[in-house]
């Protein structure tokens, strides 16, 4: 019977009608697969422990900061800041608001200055007719009064009528100069004077 033979001759007899070799192959190349999948594994978490320790450590800074951001925020001192940068915004919205008015004025005033230069222009050296008529043909003080004005000068009176102060426009700079006259200095002086200073 099957029992009663030989152990060993058994063994041999199965070794001889059935091949391992395949098989054992098969568990090496598991073997293999699992060793790769083991050591695969342990890159992946030693990767992952670098990263966390990493992260850890950029948490730690930061909260650090934000520590120390918090306890140096001066929370009063920051409301006077805005206060403060409130009521200077305020002042420069006010200005730019007078300035802008300021700028419409002196368009306006240059408009009419622009307007009065053509009137002159077109009634010539000699004004117009009534002008004329006002000036006085033969009354030489008038003649000059005149003149003066065509140039820009404009002369003004004290009370005992004596010409004593003179307002000279300057055209080229757009500003005016305003001169007293005084008796020491010869016309001569003055005539020259404002020349000069209409000429600038």
Do not use: C
């Amino acid at each position: 019977m099957l029992l009663e033979e030989d152990p060993a001759t058994l063994l041999r007899h199965t070794l001889t009608n059935f091949s391992t070799a395949p098989d054992r192959a098969a568990v090496s190349r598991i073997n293999d697969s699992l060793s790769t999948l083991s050591q695969s594994r342990s890159l992946r978490i030693h990767d992952a422990e670098t990263a966390l320790r990493k992260l850890s450590r950029q948490f730690a800074t930061a909260s650090s900061q934000h520590h120390d951001a918090i306890s140096g925020h001066d929370s009063g001192r920051h409301a006077s800041e805005i206060v403060e940068l409130d009521t200077k915004k305020f002042r420069i919205a006010k200005q730019a608001s007078e300035l802008e008015v300021e700028g419409e004025r002196l368009e306006a005033e240059l408009d009419r200055l622009r307007r009065r230069l053509e009137e002159l222009e077109e009634q010539g050296v000699e004004g117009d007719e009534a002008a004329r008529r006002a000036r006085g043909a033969d009354d030489p003080t008038v003649l000059r009064l005149w003149l003066y004005r065509s140039l820009g000068i404009t002369l003004e009176q004290d009370e005992a009528g004596n010409y004593n102060r003179a307002t000279i426009g300057n055209m080229k700079k757009g500003d005016v100069h305003v001169v007293n006259i005084d008796p020491k200095f010869s016309k001569h002086f003055y005539a020259d004077y404002f020349w000069q200073t209409m000429q600038g």
